[in-house]
């Protein structure tokens, strides 16, 4: 227990000395069909064209955690986009959190990502070849639709999201897709993950797909009493930095 405490230390201190080679976070809006899309925009410190990365909140909302994640993935070198699907509202319980998935329509929440990613694409610090979207919860099901529905995302991380199977949807899937879930998640089993593997292989689509034997449904998020894992959490967060260093960097 005491290794896991300095362990998850390291990954803090870590995570604060990003942060300070981030500029702050600024409130954005960007269009969406005939409405509007909001978010937080983060942006690095470095000159120049950068990759860039939608972040996708779960269904709490875009609360101080995903703000956390933006802000370091920011302070590593990408222009990045956290999308309030809410539009300002914040779960602080269950049934509110439920509320608000179930009122959020999914062409709606699909079209504020998708143009999301248009708005990253069309900015002169962006380079719009190197976009990718990471997502968790909610936001990782929203990460899966946004593959399917964005041809020019490059790599997309899924973290215990739901996922496509039919075979149409998975050939308009062009980005390189990482994912971690929890073997213990009874939402999202080992096995429908084992079939979405399948499926993709089968079409020659990228794909590594990580279950972690003990752990539950939100596993990384340190604010889940109970079913919080570090040591899980830290490398499932290591396995996206290394993703998108790989596929988003030159």
Not at 25 to 52: D, E, K, N
Not at 82 to 87: E, G, K, M, T
Not at 118 to 145: E, F, N, Q
Request: with cysteine; hydrophobic share 40%.
């Amino acid at each position: 227990m005491k290794n896991v405490r300095l362990f998850s230390g390291a990954v803090l201190c870590l995570l604060a000395a990003l942060c300070l080679t981030a500029r702050a976070q600024q409130p954005v809006t960007f269009p969406s069909g005939s409405s509007t899309g909001q978010g937080l925009l983060y942006l690095p410190h470095s000159a120049g064209r950068h990759p860039a990365l939608v972040v996708i909140h779960e269904w709490w909302g875009l609360v101080d955690w995903v703000k956390q994640l933006a802000t370091g993935y920011a302070g590593q070198g990408y222009v990045v986009l956290a999308v309030d699907l809410y539009h300002g509202k914040v779960a602080g319980d269950p049934e509110l959190a439920h509320e608000l998935m179930r009122g959020l329509p999914q062409d709606q929440g699909v079209r504020d990502l998708t143009s999301a990613v248009d708005w990253l694409a069309s900015r002169k610090d962006v380079d719009p070849h190197r976009i990718g979207a990471v997502g968790w919860c909610m936001g990782g099901t929203y990460a899966m639709l946004l593959a399917v529905n964005a041809p020019t995302l490059k790599a997309v991380a899924v973290n215990y999201g739901a996922l496509p199977t039919d075979k149409s949807s998975l050939e308009q899937i062009h980005a390189s897709i990482l994912g971690n879930w929890g073997g213990q998640d009874r939402g999202i089993t080992p096995d429908s993950v084992h079939v979405f593997e399948a499926a993709m292989q089968s079409l020659g689509k990228p794909v590594d797909a990580k279950i972690y034997p003990d752990a539950g449904h939100a596993f990384e998020n340190p604010t889940n009493q109970g079913g919080y894992r570090p040591a899980d959490a830290a490398d499932a967060l290591a396995r996206i930095d290394r993703f998108f260093q790989q596929e988003l960097h030159p």
